[in-house]
């Protein structure tokens, strides 16, 4: 399996033990405002709003938190006023950083996010700079333990997806964003259980880093910058070498 898959997967499993201390039911209540206030309150004419529904369930974030944070992202409950901001810069090795931002203070979350990029040593990027190598894609992670490949291959090319590849330990399918719930739903109606499914930002190429140190430093980084209250996800290119990745799990046991 690739590096940049494997950690992309620790870093989605790590997000369901924070999300038991209620940080990501506070993102995630964020973001289905915004997606409320731009698609509407009703799940079969908004898709946007009726996948992150279903991220918000994989978590168990409570049902009262989802109808609340979607009432207030229609104005039926007094909420802020949320603005969606993006970032973009560099970090050790060259790797590139987009993060995205749901904050009620446009100014304060700037100052605090600029902060953290310069405790380790980054600086902002110009707009686009780094964006310009990614791409808008919906990925599905399915756990390939008991899966028929040929099979899944079938279903997900069938339901519209663009391309899946065999990680190792789990299928990578990616998809237009359109397509994302439409290709999920073939998978569970086959009876197949999906891991993650939710639209990501996808690099055309990734930076490989071999090197422990930087994979350790970019890594810090990424985790300020998650554990910042207004950043809701951080998108890098990175591709860490597979036993770089083996020493700091071993290191981290």
């Known amino acids: 399996m690739s590096g940049h898959s494997k950690w992309a997967t620790i870093k989605h499993k790590k997000g369901l033990i924070d999300a038991k201390r209620g940080k990501v039911f506070s993102k995630m209540a964020k973001e289905l405002m915004l997606v409320a206030k731009q698609g509407g ?4 004419t908004n898709p946007s709003l009726r996948a992150l ?4 369930k994989a978590i168990s974030m409570p049902n009262e938190n989802i109808d609340r944070a979607i ?5 039926e409950l007094v909420g802020e006023i949320m603005e969606e901001i993006t970032y973009e810069g560099f ?10 931002v749901l904050t009620d203070n446009k100014n304060r979350a700037a100052a605090e996010i600029r902060f953290i990029f310069s405790r380790h040593g980054s600086s902002f990027a110009s707009q686009g700079s780094v964006s310009r190598g990614f791409k808008r894609r919906g990925q599905i992670l399915v756990p390939s333990a008991g899966v028929d490949e040929d099979k899944l291959m079938d279903i997900v090319l069938n339901a519209g997806a663009d391309d899946m590849t065999n990680e190792g330990e789990e299928f990578e399918i990616l998809t237009d964003p359109a397509m994302l719930l439409t290709v999920q739903e073939a998978i569970e109606k086959a009876g197949i259980k999906t891991e993650q499914a939710e639209v990501r930002m996808i690099p055309d190429t990734y930076v490989p880093v071999a090197d422990k140190a930087a994979a350790k430093s970019v890594m810090r980084f990424v985790d300020a910058l998650e554990e910042h ?4 996800n951080v998108f890098t290119n990175m591709d860490m070498d597979d036993s770089v990745l083996a020493e700091i799990e071993k290191e981290s046991a």
């Open 41 to 44: 309150g009703i799940m079969e």
């Open 53 to 56: 529904v279903a991220r918000c």
């Open 229 to 232: 209250d207004d950043v809701q």
């Open 71 to 75: 009432k207030k992202g229609t104005g």
């Open 91 to 100: 970090a050790d090795g060259g790797v590139g950083l987009i993060v995205n």
